[in-house]
Protein backbone atom coordinates (compact mmCIF):
# COMPACT_ATOMS: atom_id res chain seq x y z
CA UNK A 1 0.00 0.00 0.00
CA UNK A 2 1.32 3.36 -1.13
CA UNK A 3 0.81 6.75 0.74
CA UNK A 4 -1.09 8.19 -2.22
CA UNK A 5 -4.64 8.47 -2.27
CA UNK A 6 -5.91 5.64 -4.36
CA UNK A 7 -7.76 7.25 -7.08
CA UNK A 8 -10.02 3.92 -7.22
CA UNK A 9 -10.77 1.14 -4.66
CA UNK A 10 -11.23 -2.29 -5.69
CA UNK A 11 -14.18 -3.85 -3.30
CA UNK A 12 -12.16 -7.03 -2.78
CA UNK A 13 -9.06 -4.50 -1.58
CA UNK A 14 -11.71 -2.96 0.80
CA UNK A 15 -12.71 -6.22 2.22
CA UNK A 16 -9.08 -7.89 2.36
CA UNK A 17 -8.24 -4.52 4.77
CA UNK A 18 -11.41 -4.90 6.91
CA UNK A 19 -10.83 -9.02 7.38
CA UNK A 20 -7.51 -7.63 8.30
CA UNK A 21 -8.51 -5.34 11.12
CA UNK A 22 -11.34 -7.69 12.13
CA UNK A 23 -9.60 -11.35 12.30
CA UNK A 24 -5.83 -9.71 13.20
CA UNK A 25 -6.72 -7.30 15.65
CA UNK A 26 -8.97 -9.56 17.30
CA UNK A 27 -6.52 -12.64 17.29
CA UNK A 28 -3.55 -10.03 19.56
CA UNK A 29 -5.23 -10.13 22.13
CA UNK A 30 -4.48 -14.04 22.49
CA UNK A 31 -1.10 -13.60 21.00
CA UNK A 32 -0.30 -11.07 23.66
CA UNK A 33 -1.42 -13.68 26.68
CA UNK A 34 0.67 -16.44 24.85
CA UNK A 35 3.95 -14.11 24.96
CA UNK A 36 3.03 -13.03 28.04
CA UNK A 37 4.57 -16.27 29.25
CA UNK A 38 7.61 -15.88 28.75
CA UNK A 39 8.31 -12.35 28.11
CA UNK A 40 7.49 -9.23 31.38
CA UNK A 41 4.98 -6.80 29.79
CA UNK A 42 6.35 -3.56 28.85
CA UNK A 43 9.57 -5.50 27.54
CA UNK A 44 7.58 -7.19 25.60
CA UNK A 45 5.68 -4.08 23.93
CA UNK A 46 9.09 -2.75 23.36
CA UNK A 47 9.97 -5.49 21.76
CA UNK A 48 7.34 -6.06 19.30
CA UNK A 49 7.53 -2.35 18.43
CA UNK A 50 11.06 -1.79 17.60
CA UNK A 51 10.62 -4.52 15.11
CA UNK A 52 7.64 -3.39 13.30
CA UNK A 53 8.80 0.28 13.77
CA UNK A 54 11.78 -0.96 11.93
CA UNK A 55 10.34 -2.31 9.48
CA UNK A 56 8.08 -0.02 8.66
CA UNK A 57 10.37 3.04 8.79
CA UNK A 58 12.48 1.45 6.23
CA UNK A 59 9.71 0.58 3.66
CA UNK A 60 8.50 4.04 3.93
CA UNK A 61 12.04 5.59 2.86
CA UNK A 62 12.24 3.25 0.19
CA UNK A 63 9.17 4.37 -0.94
CA UNK A 64 10.21 7.89 -1.27
CA UNK A 65 9.15 8.94 1.78
CA UNK A 66 11.29 12.45 3.49
CA UNK A 67 13.54 12.13 6.46
CA UNK A 68 12.00 13.27 9.44
CA UNK A 69 12.85 16.96 11.10
CA UNK A 70 13.32 16.76 14.79
CA UNK A 71 9.75 18.95 15.11
CA UNK A 72 8.41 15.64 13.86
CA UNK A 73 10.45 13.62 16.32
CA UNK A 74 8.88 15.48 19.26
CA UNK A 75 5.43 15.36 17.70
CA UNK A 76 5.86 11.73 17.15
CA UNK A 77 7.13 10.98 20.55
CA UNK A 78 4.40 12.58 22.62
CA UNK A 79 1.56 10.78 20.43
CA UNK A 80 3.99 7.57 21.05
CA UNK A 81 3.88 7.91 24.82
CA UNK A 82 0.00 8.25 25.20
CA UNK A 83 -0.60 5.52 22.38
CA UNK A 84 1.91 2.78 23.08
CA UNK A 85 3.09 3.72 26.40
CA UNK A 86 -0.35 4.71 27.92
CA UNK A 87 -2.16 2.49 25.45
CA UNK A 88 -1.00 -0.71 24.88
CA UNK A 89 1.47 -0.51 27.82
CA UNK A 90 -1.16 -0.50 30.12
CA UNK A 91 -3.47 -3.14 28.02
CA UNK A 92 -0.69 -5.59 27.87
CA UNK A 93 0.07 -4.99 31.37
CA UNK A 94 -3.34 -5.69 32.41
CA UNK A 95 -3.24 -8.89 30.73
CA UNK A 96 -1.46 -10.10 33.59
CA UNK A 97 -4.61 -9.93 35.52
CA UNK A 98 -7.44 -9.93 33.56
CA UNK A 99 -8.44 -12.28 30.52
CA UNK A 100 -7.53 -11.53 27.05
CA UNK A 101 -11.35 -11.87 26.29
CA UNK A 102 -11.96 -9.70 28.72
CA UNK A 103 -9.40 -7.00 27.67
CA UNK A 104 -11.12 -6.74 23.97
CA UNK A 105 -14.33 -6.02 25.34
CA UNK A 106 -13.14 -3.31 27.66
CA UNK A 107 -11.15 -2.01 24.84
CA UNK A 108 -14.17 -1.65 22.72
CA UNK A 109 -15.18 1.68 24.72
CA UNK A 110 -12.25 3.34 23.03
CA UNK A 111 -15.12 5.45 20.87
CA UNK A 112 -16.81 6.55 23.76
CA UNK A 113 -13.68 7.95 25.47
CA UNK A 114 -13.13 9.82 22.38
CA UNK A 115 -16.34 11.28 22.01
CA UNK A 116 -16.02 11.82 25.72
CA UNK A 117 -12.57 13.99 25.29
CA UNK A 118 -13.32 15.50 22.08
CA UNK A 119 -16.75 16.96 23.95
CA UNK A 120 -14.71 18.79 26.47
CA UNK A 121 -12.29 20.03 24.37
CA UNK A 122 -12.68 23.37 23.22
CA UNK A 123 -15.27 23.92 20.71
CA UNK A 124 -16.10 20.68 21.48
CA UNK A 125 -19.58 19.49 20.44
CA UNK A 126 -21.89 18.59 22.78
CA UNK A 127 -23.00 14.79 22.61
CA UNK A 128 -26.87 13.97 21.51
CA UNK A 129 -28.80 12.05 23.31
CA UNK A 130 -28.35 8.63 21.51
CA UNK A 131 -24.73 9.53 22.25
CA UNK A 132 -25.04 10.02 26.36
CA UNK A 133 -27.96 7.12 26.15
CA UNK A 134 -24.62 4.80 24.85
CA UNK A 135 -22.42 6.47 27.67
CA UNK A 136 -24.69 5.77 30.30
CA UNK A 137 -25.37 2.30 28.86
CA UNK A 138 -21.45 1.86 28.68
CA UNK A 139 -20.93 2.37 32.40
CA UNK A 140 -23.30 0.17 33.61
CA UNK A 141 -22.15 -2.39 31.51
CA UNK A 142 -18.61 -1.48 32.83
CA UNK A 143 -19.94 -1.48 36.18
CA UNK A 144 -21.54 -4.64 36.01
CA UNK A 145 -18.39 -6.41 34.91
CA UNK A 146 -16.47 -5.01 37.48
CA UNK A 147 -19.24 -5.82 40.47
CA UNK A 148 -18.18 -4.18 42.82
CA UNK A 149 -21.34 -5.28 44.96
CA UNK A 150 -19.82 -9.09 45.45
CA UNK A 151 -17.72 -10.21 48.18
CA UNK A 152 -15.42 -13.08 48.18
CA UNK A 153 -13.53 -14.59 45.23
CA UNK A 154 -14.15 -12.45 42.15
CA UNK A 155 -13.76 -13.72 38.61
CA UNK A 156 -12.73 -10.79 36.95
CA UNK A 157 -9.80 -7.99 38.49
CA UNK A 158 -11.03 -5.06 39.29
CA UNK A 159 -7.40 -3.31 38.91
CA UNK A 160 -6.99 -5.20 35.85
CA UNK A 161 -10.09 -3.67 34.69
CA UNK A 162 -9.28 0.06 35.54
CA UNK A 163 -5.95 -0.76 33.73
CA UNK A 164 -7.21 -1.24 30.90
CA UNK A 165 -9.78 1.79 31.12
CA UNK A 166 -6.85 4.05 31.81
CA UNK A 167 -4.87 2.64 28.54
CA UNK A 168 -8.13 2.90 26.28
CA UNK A 169 -8.15 6.99 27.77
CA UNK A 170 -4.80 7.07 27.18
CA UNK A 171 -5.27 5.93 23.60
CA UNK A 172 -8.33 8.34 22.94
CA UNK A 173 -5.90 11.29 23.71
CA UNK A 174 -2.96 10.45 21.55
CA UNK A 175 -5.39 9.69 18.67
CA UNK A 176 -7.04 12.72 18.99
CA UNK A 177 -3.86 14.69 19.59
CA UNK A 178 -1.79 12.84 16.58
CA UNK A 179 -4.56 14.73 14.02
CA UNK A 180 -4.14 18.03 14.81
CA UNK A 181 0.18 17.40 15.26
CA UNK A 182 2.62 18.08 13.10
CA UNK A 183 3.86 14.61 11.95
CA UNK A 184 5.27 13.85 8.98
CA UNK A 185 2.42 13.77 5.68
CA UNK A 186 3.18 10.13 4.78
CA UNK A 187 1.15 8.01 7.60
CA UNK A 188 3.26 5.22 7.49
CA UNK A 189 6.37 6.74 8.33
CA UNK A 190 4.49 9.08 10.94
CA UNK A 191 3.18 5.59 12.31
CA UNK A 192 6.52 4.04 12.50
CA UNK A 193 8.57 6.94 14.15
CA UNK A 194 5.40 6.49 16.68
CA UNK A 195 6.29 3.39 17.28
CA UNK A 196 9.81 3.84 17.76
CA UNK A 197 8.94 6.49 20.20
CA UNK A 198 6.13 3.84 21.89
CA UNK A 199 9.20 1.57 22.26
CA UNK A 200 12.08 3.41 23.75
CA UNK A 201 9.68 4.46 26.65
CA UNK A 202 8.05 0.87 26.93
CA UNK A 203 11.74 0.11 27.57
CA UNK A 204 12.30 2.43 29.80
CA UNK A 205 9.26 1.65 31.90
CA UNK A 206 10.50 -2.05 31.86
CA UNK A 207 13.75 -0.87 33.08
CA UNK A 208 12.39 0.89 35.90
CA UNK A 209 10.17 -2.02 36.96
CA UNK A 210 12.96 -4.47 37.04
CA UNK A 211 11.82 -6.28 34.24
CA UNK A 212 15.34 -7.44 32.46
CA UNK A 213 15.74 -9.35 35.36
CA UNK A 214 12.87 -11.34 34.39
CA UNK A 215 13.96 -12.10 30.57
CA UNK A 216 15.79 -15.33 30.29
CA UNK A 217 16.11 -15.68 26.38
CA UNK A 218 17.54 -19.32 26.37
CA UNK A 219 13.93 -20.04 28.61
CA UNK A 220 11.56 -18.57 26.00
CA UNK A 221 9.23 -20.89 24.62
CA UNK A 222 8.56 -21.25 20.70
CA UNK A 223 4.80 -20.31 20.98
CA UNK A 224 5.94 -16.70 23.03
CA UNK A 225 8.75 -16.19 20.15
CA UNK A 226 5.70 -16.85 17.62
CA UNK A 227 3.67 -14.87 19.31
CA UNK A 228 5.99 -11.76 19.48
CA UNK A 229 6.62 -11.98 15.57
CA UNK A 230 2.83 -12.25 15.04
CA UNK A 231 2.27 -9.36 17.01
CA UNK A 232 4.88 -7.56 15.26
CA UNK A 233 4.29 -8.21 11.99
CA UNK A 234 0.41 -9.10 11.55
CA UNK A 235 -0.89 -7.18 14.57
CA UNK A 236 1.21 -3.75 13.71
CA UNK A 237 2.45 -4.06 10.44
CA UNK A 238 -0.40 -5.38 8.36
CA UNK A 239 -3.57 -4.04 11.24
CA UNK A 240 -1.82 -0.66 11.76
CA UNK A 241 -1.74 -0.32 7.80
CA UNK A 242 -5.25 -1.68 7.01
CA UNK A 243 -6.58 0.60 9.18
CA UNK A 244 -4.69 3.49 8.31
CA UNK A 245 -5.79 2.99 4.51
CA UNK A 246 -9.47 1.98 5.48
CA UNK A 247 -9.60 5.58 7.30
CA UNK A 248 -9.10 7.54 3.71
CA UNK A 249 -10.94 5.24 1.64
CA UNK A 250 -14.47 4.99 3.34
CA UNK A 251 -16.18 6.47 6.24
CA UNK A 252 -14.20 6.68 10.24
CA UNK A 253 -17.64 5.11 11.05
CA UNK A 254 -17.38 2.11 9.01
CA UNK A 255 -13.86 1.62 10.01
CA UNK A 256 -14.21 1.92 13.35
CA UNK A 257 -16.74 -1.20 13.65
CA UNK A 258 -13.53 -3.17 14.03
CA UNK A 259 -14.65 -2.18 18.19
CA UNK A 260 -17.58 -4.66 17.43
CA UNK A 261 -15.97 -7.35 15.62
CA UNK A 262 -12.70 -7.65 17.71
CA UNK A 263 -14.30 -8.83 21.18
CA UNK A 264 -16.37 -11.46 19.71
CA UNK A 265 -13.13 -12.91 18.41
CA UNK A 266 -11.31 -12.34 21.45
CA UNK A 267 -13.55 -13.72 23.81
CA UNK A 268 -14.38 -17.08 21.80
CA UNK A 269 -10.20 -17.59 21.09
CA UNK A 270 -9.65 -17.24 24.62
CA UNK A 271 -12.03 -19.89 25.59
CA UNK A 272 -11.42 -21.69 22.90
CA UNK A 273 -7.54 -22.07 22.97
CA UNK A 274 -6.66 -20.85 26.36
CA UNK A 275 -9.29 -22.23 28.42
CA UNK A 276 -10.29 -18.60 30.08
CA UNK A 277 -13.87 -18.96 31.92
CA UNK A 278 -16.78 -17.09 30.97
CA UNK A 279 -19.68 -16.47 33.05
CA UNK A 280 -23.11 -15.29 32.37
CA UNK A 281 -22.29 -11.73 33.80
CA UNK A 282 -19.43 -11.60 32.04
CA UNK A 283 -20.96 -12.24 28.81
CA UNK A 284 -24.11 -9.94 30.04
CA UNK A 285 -21.56 -7.55 30.20
CA UNK A 286 -19.64 -7.54 26.99
CA UNK A 287 -23.31 -7.61 25.31
CA UNK A 288 -23.85 -4.50 27.41
CA UNK A 289 -20.61 -2.42 26.76
CA UNK A 290 -20.83 -3.70 23.17
CA UNK A 291 -24.50 -1.90 22.41
CA UNK A 292 -22.93 1.15 24.27
CA UNK A 293 -20.60 1.32 21.44
CA UNK A 294 -22.77 1.04 18.69
CA UNK A 295 -25.26 3.43 19.78
CA UNK A 296 -22.23 5.93 20.64
CA UNK A 297 -21.09 5.08 16.63
CA UNK A 298 -24.52 5.83 15.61
CA UNK A 299 -25.08 9.06 17.38
CA UNK A 300 -21.64 10.72 16.54
CA UNK A 301 -23.23 9.47 12.52
CA UNK A 302 -26.14 11.69 12.93
CA UNK A 303 -24.33 14.54 14.48
CA UNK A 304 -21.01 13.99 11.15
CA UNK A 305 -24.23 13.12 8.12
CA UNK A 306 -25.36 16.84 7.83
CA UNK A 307 -21.54 18.19 7.68
CA UNK A 308 -20.99 15.94 4.41
CA UNK A 309 -21.24 17.77 1.11
CA UNK A 310 -24.10 16.65 -1.01
Do not use: C
Not at 288 to 301: F, P, R, S, Y
Amino acid sequence: MSDAPPTSVSAPRVVAAFAAIYLIWGTTYLAIRIGLESFPPFLMGSFRFIIAGSLLYAWSRSRGAPAPRRFEWKATAIAGAFLFLGGQGSVVWAETRITSGMTAVIVSTTPIWLLLIYWLMPAGRKPGRLMLLGLSVGLGGVVLLVAPWQTGVRDVDPVGVIAVLLGTISWSIGSLYVRKAKVPSSHFLSTAMQMYSGALLLGLAGTALGEWGRVDVGSVSVASWAAMLYLALAGSLVGFSAYLWLLRVVQPSRAATYAYVNPVVAVFLGWALADEALTPRMLLASAVILAAVVLVTMGEDTIRRPESPA
